[in-house]
């Protein structure tokens, strides 16, 4: 079993908080959001010779931009909108009052992405923008996924890489010893944990996106509004103070352009497929399937 590396609770709390400022800030997630949604295309390609999904799962689903986006897309479908924020659920709930009442709305189930309460094979597509960079056990969630698909289901994520946010992990790093910022895992690390989970045809994508602040203070700022605040276990468990803080902002100053402090956000998006039945998976350690990760395409764009 992985270490505990977050604080669950931190978590909920966070994003509970964060209800009402997080459309405004979420700017790099909708465009994160966009770019997965666009790989959904593919499921209408005529040589797969798929039916349209009839259950779909959007996992951290936030305020709920995507599942009405995607029950647009499939009208016919089941929407489950899964968040461990409850204000959240209840803000993509308020939002839903406003379609077609002849389209059922999305549902919302206020869960831990760790522990689905979902029976086995139930899921056509599972969908998650900017979710599984808050839990450790990534090939742990991965094989609940697996599980909770039908065959050939279609499982669709992004998540951060490790180079997001290095400018600010490095001033802090500066300022204590204390982390600051999530140590994410790499395109190498989310491929093994796909292959290892039973998954195949795994493809992952890494985009790098680059924003500008005027000052430290507004990045942070940005981050409270979005809910991204230090959950980690290890964090310190009083405030930073204005004097690790200040040594922090000097910092980080080293960095700033004409454009103001840079920050960078690696996004890495992975799409693959659950097995058919009776398709050897490797678990536990038993190396039942051997697939290098060398093998799974990494495209950058």
Known sequence: MSAVLFDAKQVRRAFSRSVQTYDAAAQLQKLAEARLLESLEY????????????????????????????????????????????PMLQHARRAAKTWNPFVQAPRPLCADARRLPLAEGTLDVIFSNLCLQWVEDLEGVLNGFRRALKPQGLLLFSTFGPETLWELRGAFAQADAAPHVSAFVDTAGVGDALVNAGFFQPVVDRDEEVTHYPAMADLMRELRDLGATNALAARRSTLTGRGRFAVAERAYETHRTGAGLPATWEVISAMAWAPEPGAPIREGGADLVSVPVASIPIRRR
């Open 43 to 86: 499921l209408d390609d005529p040589a797969l010779e798929r039916k349209p999904p009839q259950r779909i799962l959007d996992l951290g689903c936030g305020t709920g931009s995507a599942s009405r986006f995607l029950q647009k897309r499939w009208p016919k479908a089941e929407i489950l909108s899964v968040d461990l924020a409850l």
